[in-house]
């Protein structure tokens, strides 16, 4: 069983930046895969970036590729998302979730949710 713990979100100009951090309970965090979605208003949740429990392995939505960056510290139980560049499409309610093992990108493959965090680029 994982818990998880959206935090970072804000308010920010375009072209500015954020960090999303993702805090996880449970001793076992270092073997679950952690993905970040999305969800703008009005629209279906989406993919945003993945990362695998070694966080040898990434993979990221083209729409934030070169300007997201996923990360994990499996000391901390706690996984990053930095956000660069950021544009008005970015806009959404951003959540963490973790499955384990298998780095995916699909979000019925993700067992366990955080409650999102909102993320709000102006322009």
């Known amino acids: 069983q994982v818990q998880l713990v959206e935090s970072g979100g804000g308010l920010v100009q375009a072209g500015g930046s954020l960090r999303l951090s993702c805090a996880a309970s449970?001793?076992?965090?270092?073997?679950?895969?952690m993905g970040w979605f999305r969800q703008a208003p009005g629209k279906e949740r989406e993919f945003v970036a993945a990362?695998?429990?070694?966080?040898?392995?990434?993979y990221y939505a083209d729409s934030v590729k070169g300007r997201f960056t996923i990360s994990r510290d499996n000391a901390k139980n706690t996984g990053y998302l930095q956000m660069i560049n950021l544009k008005p499409d970015d806009t959404a309610v951003y959540y963490c979730?973790?499955?384990?093992?298998?780095?995916?990108?699909?979000?019925?493959?993700?067992?366990?949710w955080g409650q999102g965090t909102q993320v709000t680029v102006s322009s």
């Open positions: 449970g001793r076992t965090f270092g073997t679950y895969a």
């Open positions: 990362i695998s429990w070694t966080g040898g392995s990434t």
């Open positions: 979730a973790a499955r384990l093992w298998g780095l995916r990108t699909q979000i019925h493959e993700y067992d366990y």
